[in-house]
């Protein structure tokens, strides 16, 4: 989480504009077209960040307790291009954007972390654009998996096939036949409503070099 990067000084100096806040499921914390009122710092939950067009989604990240819903404004993104929907329940601590602000101008490592993040954040959409066009379905299914799970900080995800398709912009059929060949393999255990991992390492050496590469941005 980026807040427990920084240090206790500068944690006081945030904290007391921070309000804790329960993501429910399908919230919408952010819409496209809109300035943000607030920057949402993720504990737990999982956040699908995506672009919504002529009533398709495209998922371009999934941010979990390492990450920030809303902070893409400092970096020039007036309004946000992006809607950010609550995928799995959990908790944040959100802060005003003018609070955010006057905080940074006195804390520059606040700000230092919070770059570092939106670094980490645009390779990981551009590569999710590039993994799209580039890569197989197995290879994007597994990958996605991955990091699902690394922002989750658990091994079962509240998925449906009918989402994975959605935001994966696969067909069902095939994710449904995919997940069957991962789960014959012992990487997945498919369940109502849920998916549980089960092989960590095959799955990842199954997923594409994209996997790495944002992974290893984050850290």
């Known amino acids: 989480m980026i807040l427990t990067r920084i240090s206790c000084?500068?944690?006081a100096a945030i904290g007391e504009f921070l309000e804790p806040i329960v993501l429910k499921e399908r919230m919408v914390l952010q819409e496209p077209k809109r300035h943000p009122d607030h920057v949402y710092f993720i504990e737990s939950g999982l956040v699908s960040l995506r672009i919504v067009a002529a009533g398709s989604i495209l998922e371009t990240a999934v941010i979990g307790h390492r990450g920030a819903v809303g902070a893409s404004?400092?970096?020039g993104e007036h309004p946000s291009t992006h809607q950010s929907v609550v995928l799995v329940p959990g908790n944040a601590h959100r802060i005003r954007i003018e609070d955010l602000c006057r905080v940074m101008t006195e804390r520059p490592e606040i700000r230092q972390q919070l770059f570092q993040y939106l670094h980490a954040l645009a390779l990981h959409c551009a590569q999710t654009g590039l993994c799209g066009v580039r890569h197989d379905r197995e290879k994007r299914l597994a990958s996605w998996l991955c990091l699902a799970s690394d922002a989750?900080?658990?091994h079962v995800l509240p998925v449906t096939h009918d989402y994975l398709s959605s935001v994966l912009g696969l067909r069902r059929a095939g994710v449904?036949?995919?997940?069957t060949r991962f789960e014959k393999q012992g990487l997945v255990r498919k369940m109502r409503g849920v998916l549980q991992?089960?092989?960590?390492?095959g799955l990842e050496q199954t997923a594409c070099g994209c996997y790495k590469l944002i992974s290893?941005?984050?850290?």
């Open 9 to 11: 000084q500068d944690l």
């Open 73 to 75: 404004l400092f970096v």
């Open 152 to 154: 989750l900080g658990a």
């Open 176 to 179: 449904t036949e995919t997940l």
């Open 197 to 201: 991992i089960d092989g960590r390492k």
């Open 216 to 219: 290893y941005a984050y850290t």
